[in-house]
T-cell receptor, first 112, second 111 residues
């Protein structure tokens, strides 16, 4: 059974039109992460939540925001998507920082 | 659309042979290391991890070796199978919440 679920699997949006990607987990993990992965590249951490504490990576554009309303759900909001934001967005969870991360299968975002 | 990515290093092995995937990590303060497998269209999947107080750890068909002196990590897969074909990422962590992924190696298994 899937433990980290991302919806939708594929998302198409227009240039500049806000979009929200969602992630849910059944693992009851403290930490939830959002990564951006472009073609043939490694996942790049955007931000993470430890419980309700939000931690943004220094090089994450302001265009990207996140919400975690409860332990199970986390959202990635892209306020004004540009063509360079087309990528796979991966959600992951872990119990603590130095533990293996459990990834969802990602949402592939296309920008028209 | 998506920007064109870099070409991944590729390792091609015959089914049944052993595979060795190498990784150089960047931060001498890193103390937790993980190998992930990513199949096409899926998220990375945990394979094995090792902490800096060890230099070798074995799992089922997989072994991770850590050489802190030269900041090198390797993943050995015994009796490689077609289902092992994927992209393999090493990742390092300095004890906080940031995990840095390496560039990845694409493994092809020839039947």
């Amino acid at each position: 059974d899937a433990m980290v679920i991302q919806n939708p699997r594929y998302q198409v949006t227009q240039f500049g039109k806000p979009v929200t990607l969602s992630c849910s987990q059944t693992l009851n993990h403290n930490v939830m992460y959002w990564y951006q992965q472009k073609s043939s590249q490694a996942p790049k951490l955007l931000f993470h939540y430890y419980d309700k504490d939000f931690n943004n990576e220094a090089d994450t554009p302001d265009n990207f925001q996140s919400r975690r309303p409860n332990t199970s759900f986390c959202f990635l909001d892209i306020r004004s998507p540009g063509l360079g934001d087309a990528a796979m967005y991966l959600c992951a969870t872990s119990g603590e920082g130095t533990q293996p991360q459990h990834f969802g299968d990602g949402t592939r975002l296309s920008i028209l | 659309g998506e920007s064109v990515g870099l070409h991944l290093p590729t390792l091609s092995v015959q089914e049944g042979d052993n595979s060795i995937i190498n990784c150089a990590y960047s931060n001498s303060a890193s103390d937790y290391f993980i190998w992930y497998k990513q199949e096409s269209g899926k998220g990375p999947q945990f394979i094995i991890d090792i902490r800096s107080n060890m230099d070798k750890r074995q799992g089922q068909r997989v072994t991770v070796l850590l050489n802190k002196t030269v900041k090198h990590l390797s993943l050995q897969i015994a009796a490689t199978q077609p289902g092992d074909s994927a992209v393999y990422f090493c990742a390092e962590n300095t004890g906080g919440f940031k995990t840095i992924f390496g560039a990845g190696t694409r493994l092809f298994v020839k039947a």
